[in-house]
């Protein structure tokens, strides 16, 4: 049965990264939401662990920071904006500075913002000022007098007025002054509620009426055509948890006529939510929180984002939380697809680590047939780029998986019915013989592409064989780390340095290697004894895309000229979708001279161990764990002889990068060029 996911049954079973929710580095509780600059920036509340001597249950704050977005994915951190230790009227170790609010009027930005006063009891509300929506934000030296609350919102009316709303004894609204830092309007004397003794306060603005009965706080406040809309947290039975609900008037301070929830109570019973809502690009959103990152504590939350509608007549549909949020994900980027869209019913996702929430979740496709889809993947930034009937060339599929078993991931476009894109095998450990993976341990994988969308489409994940986890999924152009030699007859040079870029190569050979420091001479002598070809004296040259069989493997051959002038045989087992660690490769050249070159010597650099024959002669051993140094090693001196010289070399690798570079030099050590290098 499929249905769509949404959010959070129990973090301990199923837990929520990108998109929802949005910041992965820091908690980030009650998200404001505004547009400035053509740009998304989200102010909200700062969630952090209680210090010493603070209570260790409650809610904890004490800084702001601001962040910014152009495409709802990625979030520029602009660091922190105000500290409790810089509010001149604030506890410097107050830790209470809860939902603010920014707005710009006449090209000034107000931050509005609580905290704990250094005098009395209870929350104020300050405003810092500055020219730009990230800073910097200079606090004013007290706060607004007449208000005495929380969850400051600030809506600026098309005529250009000003209305604060906060929390205190209900929700509270008044009229701003121009200068956005002062009430317009008399104060009243009032008796705080819950504080007996104590003296009465002066309060300003009013009530807003015609809110529904029981606990309500975080008020947002926006307009839309002729509506206003009073939207707030509201607790609506005793016992229970925060809704989003919302009321609507034709009057910016009410009265407000009740309409309903916009969004129900976190189904993990998250005591919190809070919100902002906002127009972007044409559509709006939903800017809220939920504590995914700290599912057994719920005084740690992080802002999310889902897409919200409205009815002809202006009411709002209820909107139900989502994994996958909102924004267009390019497909040249990592997708964390444990935010998928939709899923069969058996499909799930946990922690990483446990330990470390921040590094979010992972997707599990538990059983063949198990399917998810990841919506919103934009393709044009590969399909544009290619030239026509290139896709399989020059894109391929990478993903970041494990399995127990020999399984298939299977991504189609659209739906479970939709054209296939790629194939990615993923083959375990079987008895006496390493393939392409390790049971139950974590493996970059890599498929070519079959089809490339053009656009803008939903991808499907399917299992075939058995069950896959699935860390994140990203497709890439390949760079070209190669050229194939189309036209054998030329011949090619060594590069200016004298380094020889012409080869074939044969794919990679499985060879498990758990660590270099096993390449002794006497192993790397046994692992070379045995080439998947004949040798000298019947040596018989590899023709470009021959095929071998080498133990259970069916190999080919490749002649590459090489882009750089280390060979990049990482790379090259990489783009055709093979094992990439725990290899052996095994590389042929000819060089042909007119001539005897005499005292010349080979030298050598490899990314792990390598050996060199020259005309079947052993000439080199560089054994032991290394990195692609070059001249690492300097064979002893040579003769390159008239007519036709084969040089052959095998490099093997465990968990590095492969590659090499070989060139030929003089007794003065300049490079020798006087040869031309073949593959045929």
């Known amino acids: 049965m499929k249905h769509t996911i949404s959010l959070i049954l129990s973090v301990l079973t199923l837990s929520a990264v990108a998109q929802n929710p949005i910041i992965h580095d820091q908690f980030t509780a009650d998200p404001t939401a505004r547009v400035f600059n053509d740009k998304i920036y989200l102010y909200p509340s700062h969630d952090i662990p209680a210090p010493v001597g603070k209570r260790q249950d409650w809610f904890c704050m004490e800084d702001y920071h601001v962040f910014s977005s152009e495409n709802l994915i990625d979030w520029t951190d602009h660091g922190i904006i105000v500290s409790q230790t810089t509010v001149p009227w604030g506890k410097p170790d107050g830790y209470s500075m809860w939902a603010p609010d920014c707005v710009c009027k006449n090209g000034r930005y107000y931050f509005y913002f609580p905290n704990a006063p250094k005098e009395g009891r209870g929350f104020a509300v300050g405003v810092a000022t500055a020219d730009k929506p990230e800073g910097p934000f200079i606090c004013e030296n007290r706060p607004i007098v007449g208000v005495s609350g929380i969850d400051p919102c600030v809506l600026l009316d098309d005529d250009g007025k000003a209305y604060l709303y906060w929390s205190s004894m209900g929700i509270r609204g008044a009229k701003l002054k121009d200068n956005m830092k002062e009430l317009d309007g008399e104060l009243q004397e009032v008796t705080m509620p819950g504080r007996e003794g104590m003296p009465p306060i002066m309060v300003g603005g009013v009530e807003m009426k015609g809110l529904p009965e029981g606990f309500k706080e975080g008020p947002f406040v926006f307009k839309r055509e002729d509506h206003y809309y009073l939207t707030f947290p509201w607790v609506r039975q ?76 202006g009411t709002i549909q209820e909107v139900k939380p989502t994994l996958r949020g909102v924004g267009i994900c390019a497909a040249t980027t990592r997708l964390e697809v444990d935010r998928f869209s939709m899923c069969s019913e058996e499909v799930n996702f946990a922690f990483k680590d446990s330990l470390n929430t921040f590094r979010g979740w992972y997707l599990s496709l538990p059983q063949k047939g198990s399917w998810s889809t990841y919506a919103d993947v934009d393709f044009a930034s590969l399909s544009q780029s290619l030239p026509e009937n290139s896709v399989k060339g020059d894109v391929y599929f990478v993903a970041n998986v494990r399995a127990n078993e020999d399984a298939t991931l299977v991504v189609r476009d659209g739906s479970i019915k939709g054209k296939e894109i790629a194939r990615l095998p993923i083959q375990v450990e079987s008895t006496g013989q390493r393939r392409r993976s390790v049971r139950g341990q974590w493996i970059t994988l890599t498929a070519p592409i079959k089809y490339l969308p053009a656009g803008i489409t939903s991808l499907c994940l399917k299992t075939e064989g058995a069950g896959i986890d699935i860390d994140w999924l990203q497709f890439k152009k390949r760079e070209q780390y190669f050229n194939p030699v189309t036209n054998k007859a030329i011949s090619s040079q060594p590069d200016a340095e004298g380094f020889i870029r ?166 003065h050590g300049n490079p020798v060029r006087n040869y031309q290098v073949n593959c045929h």
Not at 287 to 298: E, G, K, L
Not at 560 to 568: E, R, T, W
């Open 502 to 667: 012409r080869w074939l190569l044969l794919e990679p050979l499985d060879k498990p290697n758990r660590s270099n420091t096993v390449f002794t001479d006497t192993y790397l002598q046994d692992a070379f004894a045995a080439p998947p070809f004949h040798v000298e004296p019947h040596f018989v040259l590899p023709k470009d895309g021959q095929k071998i069989k080498v133990n259970k493997q069916t190999l080919a051959w490749h002649a590459i000229d090489s882009q750089h002038y280390n060979v990049k045989l990482f790379r090259f087992a990489d783009q055709l979708g093979m094992q990439t660690y725990g290899v052996l490769f095994w590389a042929v050249t000819v060089i042909d001279c007119t001539e005897d070159i005499p005292n010349v010597r080979l030298t050598a650099g490899s990314n792990g161990a390598s050996k060199w024959w020259l005309n079947g002669e052993e000439i080199l051993l560089l054994s032991g764990d290394r990195r692609m140094v070059l001249d690492d090693g300097v064979s002893s001196r040579l003769t390159l002889k008239k007519g036709r010289n084969i040089l052959r070399c095998a490099v093997i690798n465990g968990p590095g990068m492969s590659d090499f570079c070989v060139r030929f030099i003089d007794e």
């Open 238 to 313: 005793e016992g229970g948890t925060e809704t989003l609900a919302y009321a609507m008037s034709d009057n910016p301070l009410g009265p407000w006529t009740f309409k309903g929830i916009i969004m129900a109570e976190h189904p993990n019973r998250c005591w919190t939510n809070h919100h902002s809502i906002v127009e972007y690009h044409g559509e709006w959103l939903l800017f809220y929180h939920h504590n995914d990152y700290s599912p057994r504590f719920d005084k740690m939350r992080s802002a999310h984002i889902d897409r919200i509608c409205f009815n002809p007549d």
